[in-house]
Each structure stands twice: as C-alpha cells, then as structure tokens.
C-alpha cells in the first residue's frame, strides 16, 4: 500500500503529519510527502527519513485583487504538476492547508480516494473547499462536525502528535528527572513552562518579563521560557534580576516532551498542535489565542478546553503583567483545581490519535 501525505507551511502542520506517516510507515506501509521547499515541511519530513516530492502551492487568503486575479492559473498548473506524484497513491491524506490543496485536488481528478484531516475546531479554508470530494474528513473536535454539510462523513480521530509527546502520560516520573538535568532545573520546585509557538510571540514575552518581575521573589518556583529565536536578546535584555526565582530561557525547546513532562502548568497560545500536545500530557493551561486569525480558530480550540475545565483563557489583548503573574499564582495556589484541570485535560488528550487515523486511512485505501 503506498500513502501520499500532503501538507505544510507550518511545523503545526508537519508534525501531526509527521506523526501519522510513522505509524503507517511502522505498519509497513510505503510512506512519501508532498510539500513546498519555502516551508519546515521540506527539512523536518527529509530529516525524519521519509520520501519528499517537491511542489508549488498558492496561498489565496490575504492577497491582493490583482494576485488574486491570478490564483485559478496558478492554481491549475500546481494541481496539473502534482498528477505524477499522487498517481500511483492508494489514498491522499491531506493534512489542511494551502500546501495540501494541489496534491488532494490532483487525487480527486485521478480519482484516488482522499482523507482529510482538520486540526482545528472550526475548518480552514482548504478543507471547507476539499471536504465534499473527499471519502472522509478526520477531526480533532466532535464540534467540528457541525461546521461541515451534513453529507460529508466525519470521524474524530484526533490531532496525532509526536511519539516522545505521546509517550509522556506514562512515562513522566522519568522525563521530568530527565529534564531537571536537561533542562537545568530545580526537582523540588513546581514549574511553569511558557512559549508562544516555535517562533514566540510578542505579547506573551513582553507580559512573562513583566510577570517575572513580579514573581521574583518565589524560591518555590522555576519558569521554563521559550521566547522564539527572533525575539531571544531582546527578551534577554529585558529579563530583570531575580532574588528566589529562576529562569530558564531559550530561543526554542527542542525537547518538549521533557518540558511538558516537567511542568506543573503552561502558559502557551491555542495552536491545534499545541493543544494537542498539553492535553496530551494532561498540564493544565493559561491560553491565550493568537488574534488575528481570520476563522478564530486558535480562540474557538481554547474555549472548548475552557469549557471542559482544562484551561483557563486569557485574551491577547488584556494580557499584562499583572493579570499574567496573578493567574499564575492563584494557580498554583490551588491544588485542588490544578490537579482537576489536569485530569480534564487528560480526558480531552488522545494520544492514540496517530494510531486512529493511520487505521482511518487504511480502511479507506482498501475499500
């Protein structure tokens, strides 16, 4: 059986494909990706030793009239050139986004069977556009359902995530020693790690200084902070001294199960990935959504962890200093609810998810 597994443009996209592509290549099946060379896709899928078929991708949403004007060519000569890399496909999985559409759009016309994956809560515009034509859309929500015509047949899978994230439910007694040394931590503190995605954001790290400042005196805590690479000296700068708190700083953490293993709470945004992976482990989470997402997608996936009792949300807008340390605190504070936000968050977490959906393709290419 041979799975082509279309998508890209961002990591949160990569490694949920990434993930699915290991259980199938596990299950002996023969495994390749499509994708841009501009996005992670292209370093992230060759480096883990999986095939990489190069192709074009338009993105629509945000452009000009007159780059909009020219979307159907271009758009038509991306699907034209995908035909040769999905033609000898048993089933495409598209896994949303843009980079996906030329590759699915060309499995639809050749008439191979096509899974979708939607990450988020409510649909992107790729998978909105390729639900119809497509065998079924997989989900991350059971909400999400709702969002697609009643024809089109869904099934919650979940959002896989990687197999160190997956494996830190059971296994974080040992990666949380594991990160003390890593990491360079305190195994008698509790631990707050905060991060805004792989390239940071601003107003998290310009509240988390702040917040620092006014936590600095808590010997019985220790901050993990992830500030983006761009952002790295210019958080560094600004960091104030501390008396009885420390901080660990770095551009990114390559190792976030060992991070996630650790933490006794996260500060992070909404992201689907993200979601996935602090459910996953089941930490307890301060989100706040990135904003200015056109489909509001980051706030729709925090309000449902809100609603479920594993989460509490914070708007990008209202964050400071103060309500960031203040939450923290209380937080922390408050075992009792700490420990039940976990537990929540543990019921939302699937890490079966790549398990789930690999068997949803399988399936689907023997039909």
């Known amino acids: 059986m041979k799975v082509t597994i279309a998508g890209g443009g961002t990591a949160g996209h990569v490694f949920p494909a990434l993930a699915v592509g290991r259980e199938l290549a596990d299950r002996g099946v023969d495994v390749e990706f499509v994708g841009t060379t501009s996005g992670p896709e292209s370093r992230i899928v060759r480096d883990a030793g999986f095939p990489f078929r190069e192709a074009d991708a338009v993105a629509v949403a945000g452009r000009g ?22 033609e000898s496909s ?25 899974v979708l994956h939607e990450q988020n ?46 494996a830190v439910r059971d296994q974080r007694a040992v990666l949380a020693k594991e990160a003390a040394k890593e990491l360079d931590l305190d195994e008698g503190r509790r631990t707050v790690l905060i991060f805004g995605g792989s390239q940071g954001a601003r107003r998290i790290n310009e509240a988390t200084t702040g917040a620092v ?19 790295i000296e210019d958080v560094r700068a600004a960091l104030p001294a501390t008396q009885g708190l420390l901080v660990r700083l770095f551009p990114f953490v390559e190792r976030m199960d060992l991070a996630l ?17 602090v459910t996953c482990c089941g930490v307890p989470a301060i989100l706040v959504p990135y904003p200015h997402h056109r ?21 990008d807008e209202d964050l400071t200093a103060d309500l960031l340390a203040g ?13 039940r936000m976990g537990a929540r968050a543990e019921l939302l977490g699937r890490p079966d998810a790549a398990a789930a959906l690999a068997d949803l393709i399988e399936r689907e290419a023997a039909a």
């Open 121 to 166: 809560s409510v649909p992107g515009l790729a998978n909105r556009w390729l639900a119809r034509p497509a065998r079924v859309v997989a989900i991350s929500f059971a909400e999400t359902a709702r969002s697609f015509p009643r024809r089109v047949r869904t099934d919650v899978t979940g959002n896989p995530v990687r197999e160190e994230i997956a």
């Open 213 to 231: 400042a006014r936590l600095r005196d808590r010997s019985d805590l220790q901050i993990v902070f992830a500030a983006g690479p761009r952002n």
């Open 261 to 277: 293993a650790a933490a006794d709470l996260a500060v992070c945004r909404s992201g689907a990935t993200t979601v996935a992976e």
């Open 90 to 114: 048993d089933v495409v999985v598209g896994m949303g986004g843009y980079v996906s559409v030329p590759a699915v759009a060309a499995a639809i016309r050749l008439r191979r069977p096509v």
């Open 327 to 339: 939450r923290i605190g209380d937080l922390l504070a408050d075992g009792t609810r700490l420990q």
């Open 295 to 315: 489909d509001r997608q980051q706030e729709l996936n925090a309000r449902i962890l809100q609603r479920d009792g594993a989460a509490v949300v914070l708007s």
């Open 65 to 86: 009239p007159l780059r909009k004007a020219a979307v159907p060519w271009k758009l038509y000569r991306a699907i034209n050139s995908c035909l040769p890399l999905v």
